[in-house]
């Protein structure tokens, strides 16, 4: 497939797609022992919403920003404290678990690979893989730094 091919989805096309990632992350929660799967519903409808809403805003609002930024927002909106029904916000995404629900994402993400990014990536090769490490262990050990930092201050 080209490059032209592919091309943005509708709105209704991106309600599908994420409709079948719920469907995925609903099979994930029930592959991780989950015992009452209706208790995550609707969970997963205010995270359908969410989604939802932050695309809409992407359609109305003037500029160019990325979905996620409007995305990131609407869910940062919504459970704020003060604002009505922040509780019942927190209590139903509270009910889902992390790692049920991201698996699916991430596996989608992954198959979203073009076949330039995985050619890309046998280019950098060993020195790739190293910088990785250093990155993840830079940003481990700089969060730990910030943390023991904040934790002085605070005691």
Do not use: C
């Amino acid at each position: 497939m080209t490059e032209q091919a592919l091309k943005e989805p509708s709105f209704s096309g991106k309600a599908h797609i994420l409709v079948v990632t719920l469907a995925l992350t609903l099979l994930a929660h029930f592959a991780a022992g989950t015992e009452n799967l209706v208790a995550i519903l609707p969970g997963l409808g205010l995270l359908f919403l969410i989604v939802m809403v932050g695309y809409g805003l992407v359609k109305i609002m003037p500029g160019k920003l990325p979905a996620l930024f409007w995305i990131s927002i609407v869910a940062t909106l919504v459970g704020l404290p003060g604002i009505p029904g922040t509780a019942w916000v927190i209590e139903t995404i509270s009910a889902l678990s992390f790692v049920a629900t991201i698996t699916p994402v991430l596996a989608i993400a992954a198959l979203g690979l073009r076949r330039s990014d995985v050619n890309t990536f046998r280019q950098f090769g060993l020195q790739f893989v190293v910088l990785a490490i250093f990155v993840f262990v830079g940003t481990y050990l700089g969060s730990a730094l910030m943390a023991q930092l904040v934790l002085g201050v605070i005691d």
